[in-house]
């Protein structure tokens, strides 16, 4: 979703038990949640179910979703604007 110059992007956290799940990006082997930008007509439960999916393979489904909101913008170093927005999984 893109509002006035500022992208929307989802950064997901999933915890499974005390572990949680992150990513070594493969750019610059710096650690991340997994995320990215959310598309035209996605809400934040798609855009964080699909991205999950692109980036790790993994299948959840919207029960594991335990909380998300809208986040807080940013400029990123190259003068984008994104809007973060966590969204919080937990696997039993």
């Known amino acids: 979703m893109k509002e006035k ?3 929307d992007v989802v950064q997901t956290i999933v915890k499974s038990g005390e572990d949680f799940l992150i990513a070594q990006r493969s750019d610059d082997d710096l650690w991340e949640f997994m995320g990215g930008k ?7 439960r798609e855009a964080a179910l699909r991205e ?19 986040g807080d913008s940013y400029r990123s170093s190259k003068d984008e604007r994104f809007r973060l927005n966590p969204v919080f999984f937990e696997l039993e």
């Not at 959310?38 to 934040?44: A, F, P, T």
């Not at 999950?52 to 809208?70: A, Q």
């Open 5 to 7: 110059d500022t992208f």
């Open 38 to 44: 959310i598309k035209e007509g996605e809400d934040l």
């Open 52 to 70: 999950l999916n692109e980036e790790t393979d993994l299948e959840l489904k919207e029960e594991d979703l335990k909380n998300f909101r809208r």
